[in-house]
């Protein structure tokens, strides 16, 4: 079905849901695993979405929300994205997400933000695909020429987003030596929410953490690790975080829901890698799967509390 085809709704239909949402658009590393989207998630205030990173499949995958009734989640509707790094597969959704939402209908060029480099890609991404605009624009295509494009903004950490929804800060975490990369603390109306990236065990991530409602943090299996040759070892070691680390963390930080992604497993299950982590961390935690929608939902007191578990959208 034609996106001009489908339902005229953004969002109109969302009244049974909370005002602010997390939804996993998808869970995948970089092994291309058929049923899981790559890494991509979206926060959603007032049903304005702002998605975080742009990994193998993010369109589709948002679609899929959308179908199921996230009606914010239509292509068109995503205007702004937070880049966590430069891994590709974190970025080789990237062309997606310029492209397919402006030939949906997107009425402005989407704005992302995002560590060095993303300018210089950005540059090579319009470059390679200028036959693509010239022939939409020029041709026969009934397109609106306002929404095509992207506007990159290199980031540093602290406060790089801010509008009347949401607040966004970056904070440095350690994904490697050679670049930077980046995790977001969303303060949302009802609550915050942090999104750690890829990275090993990192003190900004502590200090921006503390007390948050949602904590979505990438993962690997400490007794998968054990079986990995040692110079594989040695990478992950240093660029990922442990099921015992994120415990020690989530033990420190005491986030009202701690959520599993970017599940390294090696051989183990999600149920043995909940309880390895759960050995050392008492609070709730739950692993991510594609499509995962969470609620932050005020109290009585109006304050922020009630977190619900996730629904799980028809895939």
């Known amino acids: ?22 939804v996993i658009i998808g869970t995948g590393i970089p092994y291309p695993d058929p049923l899981l989207s790559g890494p991509a998630a979206a926060i959603i205030v007032d049903d304005t979405p702002y998605l975080v990173d742009f990994g193998p499949g993010v369109i589709r995958r948002t679609e899929a929300a959308y179908l199921s009734g996230e009606y914010s989640l239509r292509s ?42 993303l300018d210089n890609m950005t540059a090579h991404m319009l470059a390679a695909y200028d036959m693509d605009k010239t022939q939409r624009i020029c041709g026969l295509e009934a397109i609106n020429p306002d929404g095509f494009g992207v506007v990159s903004h290199e980031i540093e950490a602290g406060r790089i987003y801010q509008d009347e929804r949401i607040e966004v800060d970056a904070f440095l975490v350690d994904h490697g030596d050679t670049w930077e990369a980046f995790g977001f ?26 007390g948050c409602d949602i904590l979505l943090h990438e993962v690997y299996s400490a007794a998968g690790f054990r079986n990995r040759p040692q110079d594989w070892q040695r990478y992950h070691s240093h660029m990922h975080t442990s099921s015992e680390e994120l415990a020690e963390i989530a033990s420190e930080i005491q986030p009202g829901m701690l959520v599993l ?10 149920e043995e890698l909940l309880e390895e982590v759960s050995e050392g961390y008492a609070g709730d935690v739950v692993c991510a799967s594609d499509l995962d929608i969470f609620q932050l939902e005020k109290d009585g007191e109006g304050w922020y509390s009630n977190l619900l578990l996730p629904e799980r959208f028809q895939k």
Request: charged share 25%; glycine share 10%; proline share 7%.
């Open 261 to 270: 992604t970017h599940l390294l497993l090696w051989g183990r299950s999600e």
């Open 1 to 22: 079905m034609a996106d001009d085809e489908k339902p005229d709704i953004d969002g109109s239909n969302n009244g049974s849901r909370s005002r602010t949402r997390l």
């Open 76 to 117: 068109r509707n995503l205007k702004t994205a937070f880049l966590s790094h430069m891994h590709s597969d974190h970025t080789i959704g990237y062309p997606d997400l310029i492209y397919t939402p402006w030939v949906m209908g997107r009425d402005e060029p989407v704005q992302v933000y995002g560590p060095k480099g």
């Open 185 to 210: 603390r969303f303060q949302t109306p009802d609550g915050v929410i942090v999104i750690s990236g890829d990275t090993r065990p990192a003190e900004g991530l502590i200090e921006a953490s503390k």
